[in-house]
């Protein structure tokens, strides 16, 4: 894998939620490289300073202009949100979904939180999805318009029933399961909900991929900062999310 650095003009930065800021920029070269699961790391402000660049998932493509959707949480986030004119990103990085729509002809994408954007840009490139999207409160839903026209079904869950079906997204799929027989389910989401999606995959034998976030370092597989346990032994019993993902097949990995 090749890593290359763009400089990327930013269009806009806009709240669209509360702490949740939606940012598009333009790069040509970025925009074409791009695949769904895949994420941009980013350098967040003075490179001095704060040497380490932070890694968001991509939500969307349209031509040659870039989406990205961030919870502002810590110093970088921070600083990102202050960056109006130009951001120096490397990427795209890592491997995404397996876009496979011969293979699997119905599938269903859950994301949850900050989960929920990498699964737009996958959702779009679906011929058919069911999307299931998980949500703390209203105040939080974001992206239901985009969903609605790019999925076939869509569904809004809220973990305090302010919005949309009440409890969480995993118990709206599991409920339409048995209907709607998936051969294939795509995850993003906390560690909770991911190890709740991989054993119930495991269960109704259906394949299952699902997208990590752990802390980063380098972002190009030469720190080990983001090591994940897997299911191999030795030597590739720890893989590098951001290299050997952030996708994994569900049961490859230990959550
Ligand atoms: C592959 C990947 C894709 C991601 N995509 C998105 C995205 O699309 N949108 C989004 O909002 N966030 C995403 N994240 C998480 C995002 O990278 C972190 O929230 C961000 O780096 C925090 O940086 P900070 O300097 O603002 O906060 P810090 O000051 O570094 O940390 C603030 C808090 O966030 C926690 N934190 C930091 N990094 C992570 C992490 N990777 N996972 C869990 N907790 C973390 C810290 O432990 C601390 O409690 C992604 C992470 C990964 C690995
Ligand atoms: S962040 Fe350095 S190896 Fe993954």
């Not at 305090?160 to 997204?169: I, K, T, V």
């Amino acid at each position: 894998m090749s890593y290359q650095i763009h400089s990327c003009k930013v269009l806009s930065q806009k709240e669209i939620a509360p702490n949740i800021i939606e940012t598009r920029i333009q790069n040509k070269e970025l925009a074409e490289q791009a695949k769904p699961g895949q994420f941009l790391h980013i350098q967040c402000g003075d490179p001095i300073s704060m040497p380490l660049r932070r890694p968001i998932s991509i939500c969307d493509v349209q031509g040659d202009i870039l989406c990205f959707i961030y919870e502002v949480k810590g110093r970088g986030t921070k600083a990102l949100q202050s960056q109006t004119e130009t951001l120096d990103i490397l990427g795209p990085v890592g491997n995404g979904f397996t876009v496979a729509p011969q293979t699997y002809k119905n599938p269903a994408v859950i994301g949850g939180g900050i989960g929920v954007y990498p699964m737009l840009y996958l959702t779009k490139q679906l011929p058919t999805a069911s999307a299931y999207l998980g949500f703390r409160n209203k105040s939080l839903v974001t992206l239901e318009e985009e969903f609605k026209k790019a999925a076939t079904f869509l569904s809004v869950s809220t973990d305090d029933g302010s919005y949309g079906n009440n409890g969480f997204a995993l118990d709206c799929l599991k409920k339409d399961f048995a209907e709607k027989q998936f051969d294939i389910i795509y995850a993003c989401g906390p560690k909770g909900m991911l190890r709740a999606i991989q054993a119930f995959a495991k269960e109704v034998g259906v394949p299952c991929q699902i997208s990590l976030e752990e802390r980063m370092g380098c972002g190009i597989g030469a720190c080990l900062t983001c090591s994940c346990e897997t299911h191999e032994e030795g030597a590739g019993k720890y893989q590098r999310v951001c290299k050997n993902g952030p996708v994994f097949w569900a049961e490859e990995v230990v959550l």
